[in-house]
């Protein structure tokens, strides 16, 4: 009972302070989740309670001294909940582009960010600070001798746990995610871009070329590959239309398979360098005007690829494909057609959120075919084919996608090139796995549709041909940038012409 009584204070102000930081800030990572039932609901809650006691410890090294938690937990707390604040409300996701915007927007941004609603709840934090602080004045004992200093050492300890049993269990969510950005936006880019001599030069330079960039589609599910289900109605009405389905991938995550495709990076690399030469470095270089719209967010291991294009869009850009509210990918439309608006020497990438997981959020209501679809993020309680039909229905969103890209480019009455690459594949089941990131010879075959228009087929039939020869061969995504240097006929710099999709061989 003396015991108790001795710590109650102490006891009694951890709890507050945790529930109001697991309410304000760590819950909100989890409040877009879609979930479906009681079990769904008690892992997810499993979940938060971890990832909380993990924070636990923290605040309580913090508290440790006055003037340490008098200093830096309002400066915490009020950063923190202003990123769970727009994560409630908006899904708002914290990356690197989140904090580069607080650093680098202007203030006119700034200021339409400050809503009554966010007023409000500012005004209400500076209550609840009155309150914690004023629950903390009444703890009079050393809490460093307190028996919760070895439950705050577990807390911690949880973290590494977990995270090294699944990495980005926490990291990805609040509170851990905004430290983790921040810590990225001060870090320098993995990658270091060589320059480009200035004498290389294109004997091509009156062809557009659109580069749909997608993500997560395996070709054996893309029906002009003979998949038995009808997943592209409008490109196999299309003529010009070329699917590849032989392409490899031994890269099945994003960071390194968007890398490599971009640069002379090679997947059969032994060790990856980080010295790299920029696809679009290069078509800058023999005046190519090159441009990238992207729904996908920027990440440090290929930012300064997508830098080094003269022309960067993103939309929705304070969304990651980890948001349940990201925009569709069809909003890149609208500013694509705005740039096609140039008659030739144009290359511009279309960075697709595509069929990424979550497959639900990831195109529009019309295109719910197959069914029924998931309802829920936790796969177990899924049935397989509520996963395959709502992936496969995505990919009628692709096809759409696809097709409306095609449409704006055949208005032009240019030579032109729409080819769509997936960065890789997805596993739908294969040895009991689920998405990709993983090792799989499922997630290893990325979708590849080519599309030419009549004016490029009369200027190049010889290149047509290539193509069609090529049809069902074997490629590594190795030859992506070795077929657009070779397209462009670049001259005085190295690349492999027997890469080339463009080239018999």
């Known amino acids: 009972m003396n015991f108790f009584k001795k710590y109650k204070q102490q006891f009694y102000f951890h709890i507050l302070l945790n529930v109001i930081v697991g309410f304000f800030i760590t819950l909100s990572s989890y409040y877009h989740i879609p979930l479906s039932g009681f079990k769904d609901y008690s892992i997810y809650f499993i979940h938060f309670l971890l990832l909380q006691f993990s924070f636990f410890g923290i605040l309580y090294f913090i508290s440790v001294n006055k003037y340490v938690f008098y200093s830096l937990f309002p400066l915490l707390f009020t950063i923190l909940s202003f990123f769970g604040f727009y994560k409630y409300t908006?899904?708002?996701?914290?990356?690197?582009?989140?904090?580069?915007?607080i650093f680098q927007t202007s203030l006119l941004v700034t200021v339409e960010l400050i809503t009554l609603p966010f007023v409000g709840f500012i005004l209400f934090i500076g209550l609840v600070l009155f309150l914690i602080f004023k629950q903390y004045r009444k703890i009079k004992i050393n809490q460093l001798k307190s028996p919760l200093t070895l439950l705050a050492i577990l807390g911690v300890a949880t973290y590494f746990f977990v995270e090294n049993y699944r990495y980005n269990t926490f990291k990805?969510?609040?509170?851990?995610?905004?430290?983790?950005?921040?810590?990225?936006?001060?870090?320098?880019?993995?990658?270091?871009?060589?320059?480009?001599?200035t004498k290389v030069t294109s004997d091509v330079n009156d062809v557009n070329f659109v580069f749909i960039l997608g993500e997560s589609v395996r070709a054996d599910h893309i029906q002009l590959n003979g998949y038995s289900r009808?997943?592209?109605?409008?490109?196999?009405?299309?003529?010009?239309?070329?699917?590849?389905?032989?392409?490899?991938?031994?890269?099945?995550?994003?960071?390194?398979s968007v890398k490599q495709l971009l640069t002379n990076q090679s997947i059969d690399d032994v060790v990856k360098s980080n010295n790299v030469f920029s696809l679009f470095s290069v078509l800058n270089a023999v005046n190519y005007k090159t441009s990238w719209i992207g729904n996908s967010t920027i990440v440090k291991s290929y930012a300064p690829i997508i830098r080094s294009n003269q022309?960067?869009?993103?939309?929705?850009?304070?969304?990651?494909?980890m948001s349940f509210n990201k925009a569709l990918d069809e909003k890149m439309l609208q500013p694509f057609d705005s740039i096609l608006k140039t008659k030739k020497n144009q290359f511009i990438t279309l960075h697709m959120v595509g069929s990424h997981w979550w497959y639900e959020n990831r195109y529009s209501s019309e295109f719910r075919k197959f069914t029924p679809v998931i309802d829920s993020k936790h796969i177990p309680s899924l049935a397989p084919q509520q996963i395959i039909n709502s992936y496969d229905n995505t990919l009628l969103y692709l096809d759409n996608f696809i097709d409306t890209v095609i449409s704006s480019v055949e208005k032009t009455h240019t030579k032109s090139i729409v080819m769509y690459v997936s960065d890789h594949g997805e596993i739908l089941g294969e040895e009991g796995k689920w998405l990709h990131a993983q090792e799989s010879e499922a997630s290893k075959n990325p979708a590849m549709i080519v599309w030419y228009s009549d004016e490029f087929k009369s200027s190049y039939p010889e290149l047509v041909l290539a193509l069609e020869d090529n049809k069902n061969k074997q490629f590594s995504t190795d030859f992506f940038y070795h077929s657009i240097l070779d397209l462009f006929r670049v001259q005085n710099f190295e690349y492999d012409k027997n890469k080339s999709v463009f080239r018999k061989n």
């Open 90 to 101: 908006l899904d708002l996701s914290i990356t690197k582009s989140m904090v580069e915007s």
């Open 311 to 321: 022309n960067v869009q993103l939309i929705d850009k304070f969304r990651s494909i």
């Open 172 to 197: 990805s969510r609040l509170p851990y995610v905004a430290f983790n950005s921040f810590i990225e936006f001060f870090q320098e880019d993995d990658i270091h871009l060589l320059p480009i001599d």
């Open 230 to 256: 009808n997943t592209s109605p409008k490109l196999s009405q299309r003529a010009n239309i070329i699917s590849y389905p032989n392409i490899y991938t031994s890269l099945t995550y994003t960071v390194a």
